[in-house]
């Protein structure tokens, strides 16, 4: 029997997606069409064998999640839950903490999976790897290649290139180790738990002897949580590096982190081409009486769009979204409830929940996508700002913004509940 568990971060993770993570936690942001999570569950509940998926984080519980919880576990009759730390307890301080709950009905293995990445999961196949790698191993971990300075960004892996057994791991170097990459998602046997147990045995022993420094409340509480936080990477990865325990199966398929509201619309492109060979029914075709459609587009069935609109590629259209004539829509996300009037023009953005775009307006970004002449590149994480100025991203209308008509709106980041009166470029509209 398996398991999968994913591990969705808190309210202070998602800080690059500001403003869209105020309005919902991150994980759910919709990623063509579905909430970046349902990805992640869609490929596990194709696996064999998988009893229940186990979503870890510190949310609060709230109504979105467990809205997203009973749906999905309905849509597909896979039991899911969500286990709250009690404070950020790191990558493998989580499944620590949960582990008897884990560990509940004896599977023989539980993938783990960052949720703030895109990919086609090639679970199955990770599954045959770890089985032709015999009994001995407590790990498969999914690389990548990367180029060698983007690599710096990531857990590197340098593999023995006959067996494929990790030699060595280290997060984010700070010069060149290798070009395979973590992809950080992982296939573990119960034996992982030993491991974390010694580094979290090691981490109480310097506790106590910490608390014997520091005596105070205060700083014993921050002093607790701190020795609770076990990081996979750091901690664990680095360590059984080189003793036959971790093998990296590599993917030669797509795969992409979502750190950003621009690498959203990338990953959005992502799956979207794979819907051709998954979902096909949830793609837009061109039919009489409905707007053109360009490539690949998501338009949900709520949606109200006026037959003249132009819509692709990549162009997901949320709940309840309304589209008028002539309206033009490329490489971007209109969230649910959002309106399009009439002729207006909306390229490489993000149209917040419930906001407008007036007549004639345009609004615009600049992407920031993978250089495509580069087979090995990722999307950079972009940094804010660069040189004293907003770097040029993509456009980010936060929910309920108002861009009044004949406007131009171009790579600026407009918070939420704001009425423009005029143009603007290069800014953050607070
Ligand atoms: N539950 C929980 N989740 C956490 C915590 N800390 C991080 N996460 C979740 O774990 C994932 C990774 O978090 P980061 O700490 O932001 O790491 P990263 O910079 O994305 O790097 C990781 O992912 C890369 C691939 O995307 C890897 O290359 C790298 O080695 C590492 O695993 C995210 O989905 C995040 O929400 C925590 O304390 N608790």
Same mark, same amino acid.
């Given at each position: 029997m398996l398991k999968a568990i994913i591990l969705i971060g808190g309210p202070q993770k998602g800080t690059r997606f500001r403003p869209l993570s105020f309005e919902v936690p991150k994980p759910l942001f919709p990623v063509a069409g579905v909430p970046m999570l @349902? &990805?992640? *569950?869609?490929?596990?509940?194709?696996?064999? +064998?998988?009893?229940?998926?186990?979503?870890?984080?510190?949310?609060?519980?709230?109504?979105?999640?467990? $809205?997203? #919880? %009973?749906?999905?576990?309905?849509?597909?009759?896979?039991?899911?839950?969500?286990?709250?730390?009690?404070?950020?307890?790191?990558?493998?301080?989580?499944?620590? !903490?949960?582990? +008897?709950?884990?560990?509940?009905?004896?599977?023989?293995?539980?993938?783990?999976?960052?949720?703030?990445?895109? %990919?086609?999961?090639?679970?199955?196949?990770?599954?045959?790897? !770890?089985?032709? &790698?015999?009994?001995? /191993?407590?790990?498969?971990?999914?690389?990548?290649?990367?180029? $060698?300075? @983007? %690599?710096?960004?990531?857990?590197? *892996?340098?593999?023995? /290139?006959?067996?494929n057994e990790v030699l060595h791991f280290v997060e984010k170097p700070s010069t060149f180790v290798s070009d395979i990459i973590n992809c950080g998602i992982y296939l573990f046997t119960p +034996? #992982?738990?030993? &491991? *974390?147990?010694?580094?979290?045995q090691r981490n109480q022993q310097e506790r106590i002897q910490f608390t014997c420094i520091i005596i105070g409340q205060e700083e014993l509480t921050n002093g607790k949580q701190m020795h609770e936080v076990i990081r996979l990477e750091q901690d664990i990865f680095t360590t059984l590096a080189g003793q036959k325990k971790l093998f990296v199966y590599k993917t030669q398929h797509f795969w992409s982190q979502i750190k950003s509201a621009g690498s959203a619309i990338y990953a959005s492109r992502l799956y979207l081409k794979q819907y051709h060979q998954t979902h096909p029914e949830r793609l837009a075709t061109n039919q009489d009486g409905t707007p053109k459609i360009i490539g690949d587009v998501y338009i949900h069935p709520t949606a109200n769009i006026d037959p003249s609109a132009v819509l692709g590629p990549n162009v997901s259209v949320g709940k309840g979204v309304t589209i008028g004539g002539g309206v033009r829509v490329r490489e971007s996300i209109i969230l649910h409830g959002a309106m399009l009037q009439d002729h207006c023009c909306v390229l490489n953005s993000i149209v917040g929940w419930d906001s407008t775009v007036g007549k004639w307006a345009r609004v615009e970004g600049t992407p920031s996508d993978p250089n495509p002449n580069d087979p090995y590149a990722k999307i950079d994480s972009e940094t804010l700002f660069r040189d004293g100025g907003l770097t040029p991203s993509i456009t980010i209308l936060g929910c309920n913004v108002n861009i009044p008509s004949e406007v131009i709106i171009r790579n600026s980041i407009v918070l939420p509940h704001k009425d423009l009166n005029r143009s603007f470029q290069n800014q953050i509209i607070l």
């Open positions: @349902q &990805h992640h *569950i869609e490929a596990c509940a194709q696996v064999p +064998d998988m009893k229940e998926i186990i979503l870890i984080g510190f949310y609060q519980p709230n109504d979105e999640l467990n $809205r997203f #919880i %009973s749906s999905a576990q309905q849509e597909l009759k896979i039991p899911i839950r969500y286990l709250q730390e009690f404070a950020a307890l790191g990558t493998g301080g989580g499944i620590y !903490h949960f582990r +008897d709950q884990i560990l509940s009905g004896g599977p023989a293995a539980f993938f783990l999976m960052n949720a703030d990445v895109c %990919s086609e999961f090639p679970l199955q196949e990770m599954l045959r790897f !770890h089985r032709q &790698h015999g009994e001995n /191993h407590c790990g498969v971990l999914l690389g990548t290649t990367a180029n $060698r300075t @983007q %690599s710096l960004n990531y857990g590197c *892996i340098v593999e023995n /290139h006959e067996t +034996d #992982i738990f030993g &491991h *974390i147990g010694t580094v979290f």
